[in-house]
């Protein structure tokens, strides 16, 4: 009994180190991608990047956290300390690594609205259609407010927040320690809910067309493809499974929801395009998109449910040492 105890707790520290080392090099990753952004395009990809690692900071975090019920109830008061300095600097990593993304966010919006421009643009098969739709889109949707000088001054502004944002949680991080406290049962308990609310959710969504749900859904989906990132293919075959699936399925509705802001947008052109050729052309082009984005979304959905709960269970908490 003692022989597997032993190696119950080596399986839930390994998991833990893994975990930890993940953390600090995404916020490592967020963080540099942020310098020197000298041109548009520079700035996209590194806004991209940072906001893409963030996201892993979002979904690994928690899983690092001590809810100290086993080791602090029985090792007093100095474990007790260590597991609040730990989870102390977890809080500080995520609310910095949360504010940096919300300054990063309409930078974000802006980029998503032009690459799904150009998603729907190339559908056109003649080249000068697609250069004209383009024109006025991008006229109409993402310089109809603010002239690209304006454009470039802002978001300048925002990165520079988003470098001293970035600063502190590096800084939180480095508090965090080489060996922070780590509970393996909060993490695999952590990870299982996310799975059953996002298949209850994701159920719900699909029988009512809730796009509310939907978007939990999206959420759910991505930080369960996140949190399992860093242990690459040291996992069952059916957490493997799952993650692949759930990072599917993100995807697929992360796509839908940028192209049903498209359609939002589009009132404005609908508006000043009213009767034009270009604008039905525009609306069809959409509208298939539309129709196979939700092809997409309903294929990753039926995949995503049909993952058994038992066979994840078990998947989970062996990868934890539970």
Known sequence: MSNRADDIDQTGAAAGKLLVGALRASIMLADAALD????????????RTTRRELKAVRAIAPLCRDAGAT??????????????????????VLEFSTKTNQLLGPLRDRDTLLRSIHRIVERFAD?????????????????????????AAYSAASIDRARRSMRSAR???????????????????????????????????????????????????????LALRPFEDEVSSDVRRMRA?????????????????????????????????????????????????????????????RLGRGRIKRGVASLFGV
Do not use: W, Y
């Open 171 to 225: 800084a939180a991080m480095a508090s965090l320690g080489d060996a922070p406290a780590f509970d393996p049962t909060h993490a695999s308990t952590l990870l299982l809910r996310n799975f059953r609310a996002c298949r209850a959710e994701l159920d719900a969504a699909l029988r009512t067309s809730d796009l509310g749900r939907l978007h939990e859904c999206r959420k759910r989906a991505t930080f369960l493809a």
């Open 127 to 151: 080249a000068d259609t697609r250069r004209v739709a383009r024109t006025v889109l991008v006229a109409t949707l993402i310089f109809s407010e603010s002239d690209r000088r304006d454009e």
């Open 71 to 92: 080791n602090g109830a029985t090792n007093g008061a100095t474990n007790g300390a260590t597991i609040g300095a730990s989870n102390s600097a977890i809080d500080g």
């Open 245 to 305: 699936r759930a990072k599917r399925l993100a995807a697929a509705l992360g796509e839908d929801r940028d192209l049903a802001l498209l359609d939002v947008e589009l009132r404005v052109a609908r508006a000043q395009l009213a009767g034009s050729p270009l604008a039905s052309a525009i609306d069809d082009a959409l509208r298939l998109a539309r129709l196979e984005s939700i092809a997409r979304v309903e294929d990753a959905a039926a995949a995503f449910l």
């Open 36 to 47: 020197g952004l000298d041109s548009p395009a520079a700035r996209r990809e590194g806004v």
